[in-house]
C-alpha cells in the first residue's frame, strides 16, 4: 500500500520533467513588435516628463532599446525580443516614477499654498 502514493508522486514529477523548459523560459516574442512597443513605452515616458524628472531609467531604457536594435540586425532575434522587453519596462517604469515625482512636486505646492493661508479662514 505504501507504493501507491510514491509511484503517483514519480509520475507527476515525470509528467512535469517531460513538459520542458517552455513554462519556466517563455518564448520572447516577436523582436519587430517588441521593439515597436518600447519605442511607444519610451514616447510616453517622454511625455510625462520622464526626460527630467526620471532620466536615469529613461536612458537606461533607450540604451535596451538601441540594443534591440542591434541584436535584431545581428540576426539575434530572441536576444533583440528580450532586449526591447526590458526597454519597454524601464520606459513604464521611468514614465510612473516621473508622474510619482510630479504628485509630490504638485503636493509640495499645494501645502505651502495652504500654510500661507491665515488661520480659521482670515476675517470676514
Known amino acids: 500500500m505504501r507504493r501507491v502514493p510514491w509511484f503517483g508522486i514519480v ?3 515525470a ?6 523548459g517552455a513554462a519556466v523560459f517563455p518564448e520572447a516574442g516577436d523582436p519587430r513588435a517588441a521593439i515597436a512597443n518600447a519605442e511607444r513605452q519610451i514616447a510616453e515616458a517622454e511625455a510625462a516628463g520622464a526626460d527630467s524628472l ?3 531609467p529613461l536612458a537606461d531604457a533607450r540604451q535596451n532599446l538601441a540594443d534591440a536594435r542591434s541584436n535584431l540586425d ?6 533583440a525580443a528580450l532586449e526591447a522587453r526590458q526597454a519597454a519596462a524601464d520606459a513604464t517604469y521611468a514614465r510612473e516614477e516621473a508622474r510619482r515625482v510630479a504628485a509630490e512636486r504638485a503636493r509640495d505646492a499645494a501645502r505651502r499654498s495652504l500654510s500661507q493661508l491665515p488661520p480659521n ?3 470676514r
Request: aromatic residues 0%; charged residues 30%.
Open 11 to 13: 509520475l507527476v514529477l
Open 15 to 20: 509528467g512535469c520533467a517531460s513538459s520542458g
Open 54 to 56: 526620471a532620466a536615469q
Open 74 to 79: 545581428n540576426d539575434r532575434d530572441e536576444r
Open 121 to 123: 479662514g482670515g476675517d
